[in-house]
Each structure stands twice: as C-alpha cells, then as structure tokens.
C-alpha cells in the first residue's frame, strides 16, 4: 500500500486521506489568530494533486474569515533537501516585505 501513490499493480494499491479537511480548518486557525494578515506562504515539496489540494484547501478556510487573504506557494521539487526548504522560506518571508 502507498498513500496517495499513482502506481497500481496485482500485488500493489494505494490509498488516500482526506488532508484537505485538516487544511482546511487550519487556513480557518491562521486566518481567525492572525486577524491583520492577508498574505500566507507556504512551501510544497512537488505540485502533485495532493499537495495542491492542501494548499488550496488552507487558502479556502483563510478566506472563509478573511476574503482578503491570499496564499502563495513555492516548491522545493524535492521530497527532502533543507537547503531547498530554507531558501524557499527565505523567498517567501522577502514577496511578503515588498
């Protein structure tokens, strides 16, 4: 078995999670304690269908309290490299003092 996985095969299935509720309600969090901000980043690793849905997701529950609220997104397009990740942070914390 493998979570959110696209390969099927006799002795090989996957299965899905529903992380967008999470999201959600997380976008409704952020957007309810950090009543003065608009502008949310957030970093994915690849811009694969669930990552997209969890960030889509997040700006939804956002904007349920806060219409104004926008979301960009930066990825890494690696499942793990720090140094990708920092830099991606550091990208995002730079848009969002423009």
Known sequence: MQGTGPDLAPNANTYNARIW?????SGI????VLK???????????PIPP???TVNAFALGARSVNPAVTVDIVYTNSWN????????????VAQASK
């Not at 003065?36 to 690849?46: P, R, S, Y």
């Not at 490299?81 to 995002?92: C, D, H, K, M, R």
């Open 51 to 53: 990552i997209n849905w």
């Open 81 to 92: 490299n720090p140094a990708a990740e920092t830099e991606a942070v550091n990208s995002l």
């Open 29 to 32: 969090v952020a957007a309810t």
């Open 21 to 25: 509720e999470a999201s959600y309600v």
């Open 36 to 46: 003065k901000e608009t502008h949310f980043g957030f970093v994915g690793a690849q």
